[in-house]
């Protein structure tokens, strides 16, 4: 089978057009036909079936049993023309939730570590982060939220609490806060995760109005020059911030359930990428024993 081939069908199937896929793939309506024409007459069964009037294409039996075929040949070829490309220097993509790629430096100390591997980090949510491994589409994921599959690993990596930080003098060193004795008006608030939320539900200080809501960690630290202000953030967060800025960090009596951050990796990943992502996972298990949280 041709290269070309097999991807104009692919387009077909992901645009369910003819003339979608042509745009796609840049190519004239009579190209894309002519190829998929050339595809089924190597495997010797119709894969499309061709209904006139219609704007979308429909697939025979054997078109949706060819998908899997389909895909597995163009990892096929794409792993081919890696292996040919190499040049004693290793590559991967690693996709990432936002809050994981900015408050754990991971990524700096494996490139300061390894200069010998590229990394391509994708900053994505959760379903679109389980979607690039699935089709393998990125070598390694990290994430917030668990996500079942049978084709990918997921291992628990890191687990930590959150604390309160401040800018001010909330309590003596040492001392536990409860939320529901801080002051809701001074809160910087970020509502994310579902356990999170029905956490917050059980406070006094539910419902709330707190004195500023943000949609992105990074905001928080802006919030806290006013006096008395606070946040509650994970454990790696408040360690960033720290670096950044004069804070406080107090542990909590009444604290949120744990943060729990994962690894994603495909079952069977590119075999060009076997090497890179051992060795981007042994880096992230030296990293992560750096790390001097209260997990």
């Not at 500023?212 to 928080?220: G, L």
């Not at 720290?242 to 800025?245: D, M, S």
């Not at 804070?247 to 909590?252: A, S, T």
């Given at each position: 089978m041709?290269?070309?081939d ?9 645009t369910r057009?003819?003339s979608?896929?042509?745009e796609k ?11 998929l024409k050339?595809?089924?007459s ?7 079936e061709?209904?006139?009037g219609f ?5 025979t039996?054997y ?5 899997d075929?389909?895909?597995r040949?163009a990892?096929?070829?794409q792993?081919?023309?890696e292996?040919k490309n190499?040049?004693g ?9 936002d ?11 494996i490139?300061?570590q390894e ?6 980090i994708?900053t ?6 389980f ?7 990125a070598?390694?994921?990290l994430?917030?939220?668990?996500i ?12 930590e609490?959150?604390v309160i930080i ?5 309590a003596d ?9 801080m ?5 910087i608030?970020?509502?994310w995760?579902?356990?999170y ?10 419902p709330?109005s ?12 802006d ?18 911030f720290?670096?950044?800025?004069d ?6 009596s009444?604290a ?18 076997k090497e ?14 750096t790390?001097?949280?209260h997990?």
């Open positions: 041709k290269q070309e097999v991807s104009t069908f692919l387009a077909i199937v992901e057009s003819i979608k896929a042509a793939l840049f190519l004239s309506q009579a190209a894309v036909s002519q190829r050339s595809l089924e190597e495997v010797g069964v119709t894969l499309v061709r209904r006139k704007k979308n294409i429909e697939l039996h078109g949706n049993q060819f998908i075929i389909a895909e040949w990892a096929l070829c792993e081919t023309e292996l190499k040049s220097r290793m590559s991967m993509t690693i996709a990432c939730n809050s994981l790629a900015t408050y754990m430096p991971l990524f700096k100390f490139a300061s200069p010998g591997i590229d990394l391509d994708r994505l949510d959760s379903e679109e982060i979607d690039l491994i699935e089709k393998r589409e070598d390694a994921g994430l917030l939220n668990v079942n599959s049978t084709q990918v690993d997921i291992t628990p990596i890191l687990t609490h959150h401040s800018k001010s003098v909330l060193e040492g001392k536990k806060l409860s939320a529901d004795t002051d809701p008006e001074k809160e608030v970020l509502m995760g579902r356990e939320m029905r956490w917050r539900e059980t406070l006094k200080i539910h709330f707190p004195h500023v809501r943000v949609n992105r960690m990074s905001m928080i630290v919030f806290l020059d006013e006096e008395d202000t606070w946040a509650i953030v994970p454990e790696t967060v408040a360690a960033h720290a670096g950044l800025t804070i406080n960090i107090y542990q909590m009444d949120p359930p744990k943060r729990v951050s994962c690894l994603m990796v495909h079952k069977n990943p590119r075999t060009t990428q890179a992502i051992d060795l981007f996972t042994g880096y992230l298990r030296r990293y992560l024993s790390l001097q949280i997990s």
